[in-house]
């Protein structure tokens, strides 16, 4: 009884508030990370768009006010992760809070002396558990221009991280996806990682994702939409497990 309210919200939702065909070619043209998508792809990922913005709360900070336009683009990326998943994987939080320009949060942080330092840390995205994905647009407008990376598909990766606790890499698997090969994979490849670092390499994928497990899952989950091939070429066990993960493989998709 639950599930079948639930479907007709959903659908009450999508035939009241239909993205304006106008609206949606134009976020298609800003966003080249969804050329390789279908026609049916597309036709999905709207209605998630659609589902998203009706469900979230979208709120501009320090006086930015949030277009509609800004507010589909952030949408459509966030829903490029879920799009053969389920929406419910982004239940439990409801606002967006989107700032004009990188922002500051306020940080206590251990050195390897066990003395803490107290500071500010500038930062383009922020992802709080049970609470709101905050975004800055100057970012999210750099990222569209000159592409390779989405700070809304980092911060949402880190929600879907979130649904099993705090986000360290290991979100809830789907049946089938033996943990021990998760690990096996993702572990590896972090230490390799942070082996490269270490020696000076100049590192494949972006070096943040070596911060920790859960900064690597959502960099190598940017990595995964946006360049798949780097990956893949990087670290193709960990692509082979975000293919299972998120029930996507963009590169097959994208020779079709």
């Not at 609206?23 to 050329?35: F, H, I, K, N, T």
């Not at 922020?126 to 990222?143: F, K, N, P, Q, T």
């Not at 494949?204 to 091939?229: C, K, M, N, Q, T």
């Not at 975000?242 to 493989?249: A, H, I």
Request: net charge negative; charged share 25%.
């Amino acid at each position: 009884m639950i599930v079948r309210l639930r479907d007709w919200q959903r659908r009450r939702v999508l035939a009241r508030h239909a993205i304006a065909e106008a609206d949606w070619q134009r976020a298609l043209e800003v966003l080249p990370m969804l050329d390789p998508l279908d026609a049916g792809e597309l036709a999905r990922l709207r209605e998630l768009t659609t589902l998203f913005l009706h469900d979230k709360d979208f709120v501009g900070a320090q006086g930015l006010e949030i277009s509609g336009e800004m507010a589909l683009l952030i949408a459509a990326q966030a829903c490029l992760p879920i799009l053969n998943l389920d929406f419910d994987d982004y239940r439990g939080w409801r606002s967006i809070v989107v700032y004009p320009r990188a922002f500051l949060v306020e940080l206590d942080e251990a050195d390897e002396a066990g003395v803490v330092h107290h500071g500010w840390q500038e930062r383009a995205g922020e992802a709080w558990e049970g609470g709101a994905v905050i975004l800055s647009w100057e970012d999210i407008r750099a990222d569209l221009e000159h592409g390779g990376y989405s700070v809304v598909i980092h911060e949402l990766a880190h929600k879907l991280d979130m649904q099993s606790g705090a986000p360290n890499g290991f979100p809830p698997l789907h049946a089938g996806m033996p943990a021990r090969e998760w690990t096996a994979a993702m572990q590896g490849a972090f230490d390799a990682l942070n082996a490269a670092l270490d020696r000076g390499d100049e590192t494949p994928i972006d070096p943040y994702a070596a911060e920790e497990p859960g900064e690597f899952f959502a960099v190598v989950s940017e990595h995964f939409f946006l360049d798949p091939a780097l990956l893949h070429d990087a670290f193709p066990q960990v692509y082979a497990q975000l293919v299972c993960y998120y029930r996507q493989d963009p590169l097959r998709r994208g020779t079709r």
